[in-house]
């Protein structure tokens, strides 16, 4: 069993003082959200990514990969969007988290975003989750992950927080549709415990 948390409940804190406080607590790895580090992922340099991968592992901790592609204000985002110029942008971008996280030697990326996927009020549940799917299965996507030894990791979002794949079933289904081996399913422990179900069942 190892222990990871994310970088970002601490992001007001300078970089390397949240990295030894997590170190001090006992984690074993960190999750880094890429806008609370000031490194872009279209953009990072070589020297950004080693500065950070430096940082984490002095302190004795490993990167485990991204827990957020989108924040909440990433409105011009959306994975299953009808309109195909909105989904590009949003696999482009995707595509780019990916890369970065291999970069800085994750090996996770966690697909929550819950405004970038949600059922809009205008568009039927059926169809965001066809355009969901097959932004997913975009070969170039897949051939990022491959090469970045990256999986991407459909995160079920339990309600009033999503209305798309609220559960750990609809996750698993959804990712055996998707049937890449670099495409599985994280569970949240928050959202795991709103299920109707005990949380070792749904595991």
Not at 16 to 39: C, H, K, M, Q, S
Request: hydrophobic residues 35%.
């Amino acid at each position: 069993m190892k222990y990871g948390i994310c970088h970002e409940h601490f992001a007001d804190r300078p970089f390397r003082a949240a990295i030894e406080l997590f170190a001090e607590l006992g984690y074993d790895g960190v999750e880094l959200t890429p806008w609370e580090l000031d490194v872009s992922p279209h953009s990072a340099t070589d020297r950004e990514i080693e500065s950070v991968r430096e940082t984490v592992e002095s302190a004795g901790l490993e990167i485990i990969g991204v827990p957020r592609v989108f924040s909440a204000v990433d409105t011009d985002y959306h994975i299953g969007h009808p309109k195909r110029e909105i989904r590009e942008r949003t696999v482009e971008y995707l595509r780019d988290v990916v890369a970065f996280c291999g970069r800085l030697g994750g090996n996770r990326v966690l697909y929550g975003s819950p405004v970038q996927r949600n059922v809009p009020n205008s568009i039927d549940y059926d169809t965001v989750y066809e355009q969901t799917l097959r932004s997913f299965r975009d070969d170039d996507l897949l051939t990022e992950l491959e090469e970045a030894d990256v999986v991407l990791c459909m995160e079920p979002i339990s309600p009033p927080y999503s209305n798309f794949i609220t559960t750990a079933r609809e996750a698993v289904e959804f990712v055996e549709e998707v049937d890449h081996p670099n495409v599985g399913v994280a569970l949240d422990g928050f959202h795991l415990a709103r299920e109707d179900r005990p949380p070792a069942e749904c595991i």
